[in-house]
């Protein structure tokens, strides 16, 4: 008869199961991409457009009517973002003042890099290129770049009519959703059920509307920034803030640091407006990053700056692009589900910002140390041993 396992090995063994569980769900999303994001998308759509929805329920606004309101401001926007998408690919494409203008700039610029660092890297300063050596083809690379967004146009349109379905269908059930959800649940968990979609919702709600608001103060600001320093396509630096500000941390770089390059490009060698530029653009980021963000958003997602970077890898590669701009809310619906479900909260905690727990931790530690004082204990350094001695 054989043994019955220990608990260590059915730890262990659940542990591996756990592990091979979330792998194997992270590649089924990842297989099914094509068909879950545009209905992710939808749902958060949804929760931002929701606080809307209950205003018209509560003016006794018919369901339809709420609907068609909901659905005309969703097209406006997807409208208004195609005809700012046109202007700024015809003005980069242009012949005239677009990136073909700035091929000759380019390559100046290169040759006056390439001739300062040719002695360094013992090559000839009349022949050497920096971009050759690295070789980069940047005209290429752009280029490229604007014709394959421009002929994914037909993709993008199709997959924003699904999303635009997809929300439809769900506002038409919104009101039977949660519903069905709490009849289907043990009568047990109804309660803590109800309250963690109720968090869900407003939490994240609370995140998106914040963060829209956020990334359009962030886009004027880059272009009346970029109009004050004549920095070219200053469009294109507004509406690229705006959207990069969504993608934590990575976002604000990038943006922040393309404006850099382009006032290299553009102002070099007159190093005034350049470091204008960089100043003000890092300014912008950094006041509104580190000072209004946090205080317009008040900490509400408590997740920890670690893991949303870690998240932000994950889902990117998981779903690409969409899945970067979807990180930090889908992170903060597994943390507040993780909370709630007993066996999980060790996750939910190991996600947070630990604020709380560190000002616990500091608290005992201080206590104990005044325990130690009062009572004439010494810690060993290992914290291993404590000795007691009398007090002389």
Known sequence: MTPAPSDNT????????IFFAIAFFLYLMKTTA???????IAFF????????????????????????????????????????????????????????????????LDATISASLAPYLDEDPDTFSLLSWLNINWYSVLMSGLASVSSKFISVLSDALLVFLYLMFIILERQTILPKLLA?????????????????????????????????ATGIMFYFASVITQLDFALVWGVLAVILNFIPTIGSIVCTAGTIIMAIIQFAPDWGNIVLVAVLMISIEMVIGNIIDPRMQGMQLNISPLVILISLAIWGYVWG????????????????????????????????????????????????????????????????????????
């Open 45 to 108: 759509i949804f929760i931002f457009l929701n606080p809307l929805l209950s205003r018209l329920d509560k003016l006794h606004v018919p369901r339809i009517l709420s609907m068609l309101i909901t659905l005309a401001i969703v097209a406006a926007v997807f409208v208004l973002f195609l005809y700012v998408f046109f202007i700024m690919v015809n003005m980069l494409m242009s012949p005239e003042s677009g990136i073909a203008a700035y091929a000759a700039r380019v390559n100046q």
């Open 321 to 392: 692009l969409p899945g970067m701009f979807l990180s930090v809310p889908l992170t903060s619906m597994m943390q507040i589900i993780c909370a709630n479900v007993p066996s999980l909260r060790p996750i939910a905690i190991m996600l947070s910002e630990g604020r709380n727990y560190r000002k616990d931790y500091e608290k005992k530690r201080k206590k104990k140390k005044t325990v130690h004082e009062e009572t004439g204990d010494i810690e060993m350094p290992d914290n291993s041993q404590i000795q007691r001695i009398d007090p002389q």
């Open 184 to 216: 289907a649940l043990p009568r047990g968990k109804v309660q803590r059920a109800t309250q963690m979609v109720e968090r869900m919702n407003k939490q994240t709600s609370k995140y998106l509307f914040m963060k829209v608001i956020i990334s359009l």
């Open 10 to 17: 059915k730890k262990i063994i659940r542990d591996i199961l």
């Open 34 to 40: 094509s068909i879950i994001v545009p209905m992710v």
